[in-house]
């Protein structure tokens, strides 16, 4: 059973920066792809990116260049790095574990964390 804990979310104003964590236990951290994704009210789940087990990432084509992942596997961590954040970007960020197929559908992660919310304002 993997465990995740998302953390780091808060109130930015547009054009500013944030770093969000997620903590994973119970898990063979260092095989497993880790996927960032954010749910506004209203609307469904949406990709924003993913670290797979080699470091290779890919970003959603909005937040790309201005927002990076990295992973510690000695710590079992995986950040979001966010600059340049727009009032767009305001949702809950989640973290989840790829267990197979394309890297930016919700229903090929399986073990979710909780959320943390960001809210850009204007």
């Known amino acids: 059973q993997v465990q995740l804990v998302e953390s780091g979310g808060g109130l930015v104003q547009a054009g500013g920066s944030l770093r969000l964590s997620c903590a994973a236990s119970?898990?063979?951290?260092?095989?497993?792809?880790m996927g960032w994704f954010r749910q506004a009210p209203g609307l469904e789940r949406e990709f924003v990116g993913v670290?797979?087990?080699?470091?290779?990432?890919y970003y959603a084509d909005s937040v790309k260049g201005r927002f990076t992942i990295s992973r510690d596997n000695g710590k079992n961590t995986v950040y979001l790095q966010m600059n340049s954040l727009r009032p767009e970007d305001t949702a809950v960020y989640y973290c989840?574990?790829?267990?197979?197929?394309?890297?930016?559908?919700?229903?090929?992660?399986?073990?979710w964390g909780q959320g943390t919310q960001v809210t850009v304002s204007s």
């Open positions: 670290i797979i087990s080699d470091g290779t990432t």
């Open positions: 989840g574990t790829h267990r197979l197929g394309t890297y930016d559908t919700p229903r090929n992660y399986d073990y």
């Open positions: 119970g898990g063979v951290f260092s095989r497993i792809g």
